[in-house]
Nanobody, 111 residues
Framework: EVHLVESGGGLVQPGGSLRLSCAAS????????MSWVRQTPGKGLEWVSG???????RYADSVKGRFTISRDNAKNTLYLQLNNLKTEDTAMYYC?????RGQGTQVTVSS
């Protein structure tokens, strides 16, 4: 059974940084394409970033140059470094593998 647990969210001022983590189990993590998605109330799910097993990364235009996705295959953990945060980055962030998502971690950017 796929199990994903996100952590690392919080309240941060504009321009600040956070590092999100996602602990994964129940599948062969090192081979899996992993992604981060986010959702705000009243809006649909937005894809943020993805990373292939070999390390190739992709980013949404809205976060390119500010967010960095990475993975530690030895620890079965996915990361998302969020820098230069903006108020519009406020959302619940989920890691995703296939159709499975975790419970999410809330990121709130506010002064």
């Amino acid at each position: 059974e796929v199990h994903l647990v996100e952590s690392g969210g919080g309240l941060v001022q504009p321009g600040g940084s956070l590092r999100l983590s996602c602990a994964a189990s129940g599948f062969t993590f090192s081979y899996a394409y992993m992604s981060w998605v986010r959702q705000t109330p009243g809006k649909g799910l937005e894809w943020v970033s993805g990373i292939y097993g070999g390390g190739i990364t992709r980013y949404a235009d809205s976060v390119k140059g500010r967010f960095t996705i990475s993975r530690d295959n030895a620890k079965n953990t996915l990361y998302l470094q969020l820098n230069n945060l903006k108020t519009e980055d406020t959302a619940m962030y989920y890691c995703q593998m296939g159709s499975s998502r975790g419970q999410g971690t809330q990121v709130t950017v506010s002064s």
